[in-house]
């Protein structure tokens, strides 16, 4: 029996865990070792009604539904998003709870939550993209069922930060408890969560390295542990750090008497030798695990992933790991078409999964954090990023402005483990802020993390912001920022190659300016604009990206933006996103991709792009983009040109410029590329004149991240229309019918849908992926096509 019991308790201590602030995993334990930590999905067998409240809520009409949930499938164009008061309602057993603590943990609620625990109002909380944590022991029913109830609200408040009006708004704040939820049970002595502590540079657990290099690394690691047992307790740490090669370094901390009802922060040193440091070209990462020690018996562990990576901010320069770094980014919202923000944690991967594979390093959080998942697959993946609070023009003393100050300390206390934040956008975008606001909202960020390397921004150049983050069009051309010249002070172009074209720079009020767009200039085409305005799009990038990188004191830029989206105020598509909505890459996409070295870590394989349908009506001017040093261009296997790279004023500074070629006449068949680096052929690309259509091809955007199995997902599902050769048929804007085969899953969004320049996309959204599925695309006149989904 002994040997059972010390083979068990060895099982329990090697297994592996992600903190409760990440929530990846969960540990299961049996009932001898109450004290053991337990987080739980609380995502599934919830009722919902919308437009109701706990004490409205009617008998009958409920609709069962999992979490993530949107309060209302929207139209792929929103211009009347839902707004107002919903309710979630879920019971769920309560054995004995026997020294156990309850607690559970949003997310993110959209915008305003009142959560009810057996009738009981537990929690109202304010603000839609961050966390809270509720502790519900004391208002549980042992032994019985018990009912949780959540009103949501997400009605025009201007106390509640971004506070401007849905209808004059640049995005849109979808309602619903649109992030996990989390049933995290542990013991009476437990790691606090950071967020639900409010403790200032403290509660939950805090990393940081203050000395770093090739050679070593050393920091600390900062633990509170709260006693919530009748007992004055002698308690310790045991801290581990293991790299992704298995190595491994454990740390004990002295015993401490923590008095009973009280907490302690408990504050280790930490040092590591030839550390694995963490960069966009080698995202190594390390697992943390913290296990609380009482009189040698584990009472609670947590684990968690973060980095080793030095940063510096200079005049002139971004400096990572030693090195100057350039910093080459976009700019996203969270925003889904249909479900809106209600994204699983696998397709906020694949977000950032495709702005790493455009060549990006960086990625601006715009404009508000965004979730846990995606700052994670930044980790992994290697993007810097830019945290930022919700703000977009509007500011208000009083309420609103208090409720922004402690967003900037749940940012803080949610991400500050995560090595991909270097920069900190504690700053209402384009909002007009006080004097005393800026200065007051970088105390509270420095209180929090009062490090030499942690980095504020705003987008004012106030001196109070370590880095100044002006959109390209706050300035004038054809400088723009080129010319900025303060002594000491770094710029990094936080928007550009949108709005510039698109009003001529005619200042902030988007909507008094919305008929200047000209469409042959602009850079907001959709995906089905056509050759022509989508190589504009491309050229307008091109043009403000090689303008950029002539500013002196420039350390980085990122464009407006990955995705398109939607607006509170606006009735159609903001288009210029390098991709459409649904994921789906435009000419820019590859301009940017041809601007990632080739052989410089992940996602930078040498690669070439014609951007050209080659049909009847095409240019006959080619651009080619590619990273290599020569490409060779031929037409139905004759050659055009071997060249290099063409230099003009639109790319004299450009890292890889395009490949400009001349085709005396159309001919129908195929243009190929060939790349060559050292005079060896490395990279291709095809594109051969399209054909009548003649089949359908079905395809998923799993883009790094498979579909779920064990919660919900949301996947896009493409149908491309191609010719008897196999290739898209751009101007078949045929209507595509969907249909589904199999068990918990669901097509959202139009259906019939037209396909756009050759590719019809539908919403596939899992509730359990355990059993195949069977998609089927139809359209008249033409093949169907089948995919099982295994």
């Known amino acids: 029996m002994k040997s059972e019991l010390k083979y068990f308790i060895l099982a329990c201590l090697t297994l592996t865990f992600f903190s409760c602030e990440a929530l990846r995993r969960t540990e299961k334990v049996g009932e001898q070792q109450k004290s053991s930590r337990e987080v739980t999905n609380f995502v599934d067998g919830w009722l919902f009604q919308r437009g109701t409240t706990a004490t409205a809520a009617s008998n009958g009409e409920w609709e069962e539904v999992v979490l993530p949930h949107t309060v209302k499938i929207e139209p792929l164009v929103v211009n009347d998003q839902w707004q107002g008061t919903s309710l979630y309602r879920k019971d769920f057993s309560v054995g004995e709870i026997n020294k156990e603590k309850w607690f559970f943990h949003f997310e993110g609620v959209m915008q305003e939550a009142r959560v009810y625990i057996n009738e009981s109002l537990v929690e109202t909380h304010k603000g839609g993209y961050l966390p809270f944590t509720i502790d519900a022991t004391t208002h549980l029913k042992e032994n019985s069922l018990n009912r949780m109830e959540v009103e949501v609200t997400n009605v025009d408040d201007p106390t509640i930060p971004p506070g401007k009006p849905l209808a004059d708004l640049d995005f849109n704040y979808y309602g619903g408890i649109y992030r996990n939820v989390h049933l995290i049970k542990t013991g009476n002595i437990y790691i606090t969560d950071a967020v639900e502590a409010n403790e200032v540079n403290g509660g939950g657990i805090l990393v940081h390295f203050d000395s770093i290099s090739a050679e070593s690394a050393s920091g600390f690691v900062k633990v509170q542990v709260r006693n919530e047992s009748d007992e004055n307790r002698d308690l310790g740490l045991r801290i581990s750090m293991v790299s992704e090669g298995g190595l491994k370094k454990t740390f004990l901390t002295p015993v401490k008497n923590v008095i009973s009802k009280g907490s302690f922060h408990f504050v280790q040193d930490i040092a590591l030798k030839q550390p694995q440091l963490w960069s966009p070209t080698a995202p190594n990462l390390y697992e943390l695990t913290v296990e609380v020690l009482n009189r040698g018996e584990v009472v609670d562990k947590i684990s968690l992933t973060t980095g080793i990576r030095s940063i510096e901010l200079k005049e002139t320069a971004f400096i990572l790991n030693g090195e100057e770094f350039f910093i080459n980014g976009t700019n996203r919202h969270q925003e889904y078409p249909y479900v809106g923000y209600a994204l699983s944690d696998e397709a906020n991967y694949r977000d950032a999964y495709k702005i790493k594979e455009a060549g990006f390093n960086f990625v601006r959080l715009s404009h508000y954090p965004h979730a846990t998942s995606f700052l994670e697959a930044c980790d992994e993946l290697g993007l810097l990023v830019m945290n930022a609070i919700p703000g977009w023009q509007f500011f208000a003393e009083g309420e609103f402005a208090e409720n922004a100050l402690q967003d900037i300390r749940d940012m803080a ?264 680096i050292d005079g060896e052929e490395v990279a291709t690309h095809l594109v051969q004149t399209p054909l009548e259509p003649a089949k359908i091809e079905l395809s998923l955007d799993t883009s790094g991240r498979e579909i779920a199995t064990a919660h919900p997902d949301v996947v896009f599902v493409y149908a491309r229309i191609l010719d008897r050769n196999g290739t898209l048929v751009p101007n078949a804007n045929l209507p595509v019918s969907f249909t589904l085969e199999g068990e918990d899953a669901e097509l959202l969004g139009e259906n019939p849908k037209p396909a756009e320049a050759g590719i019809a996309t539908i919403l596939l959204k899992t509730k359990e992926f355990i059993e195949p599925l069977i998609l089927k695309a139809s359209v008249e006149g033409l093949p169907a096509a089948s995919l099982t989904i295994k």
């Open 413 to 676: 206390r949610r991400d500050r483990n995560h090595p991909s934040v270097v920069f900190w956008e504690n700053s209402l975008n384009e909002s007009g802020m006080t004097a005393a606001f800026i200065q007051k909202a970088n105390e509270v960020l420095r209180a929090e993390l009062p490090y030499n390397d942690v980095y504020t921004a705003g987008w004012m150049d106030h001196p109070a912001y370590d880095l100044f983050i002006p959109a390209r069009q706050h300035a004038k051309p054809p400088f723009y920022w080129n010319n900025y010249d303060k002594p000491g002070r770094p710029i990094l172009i936080a928007e550009y190659g949108d709005w510039e074209y698109y009003a001529q720079n005619a200042g902030f009020n988007q909507k008094a300016f919305n008929d200047l767009q000209e469409e042959e200039r602009t850079s907001r085409q959709l995906r089905g604009a056509g050759e022509k305005r989508l190589l504009q799009q491309a050229l307008n990038f091109q043009e403000a990206t090689n303008s950029n990188l002539k500013g002196r004191q420039t350390i980085g830029m990122s464009n407006w933006l990955m995705f398109d989206y939607n607006r509170g105020y606006a009735d159609d598509l903001e288009a210029s996103g390098i991709s459409d909505i649904f994921r789906i890459p435009k000419f820019s996409f590859y301009f940017y991709k041809s601007q990632k070295r080739p052989f410089s870590g992940a996602f930078s394989e040498p690669m070439v792009y014609i951007a050209s349908y080659w049909q009847q009506a095409s240019s006959t001017d080619i651009t080619v983009y590619g990273n290599t040093e020569e490409v060779a261009l031929y037409l139905n296997d004759s050659l055009i040109e071997r060249k290099q790279p063409s230099k003009d004023p639109f790319s004299d500074e450009l890292w890889s410029p395009p490949f400009k070629f001349e085709v005396e006449s159309f001919e129908a068949g195929a243009l190929k590329a060939v790349g060559y």
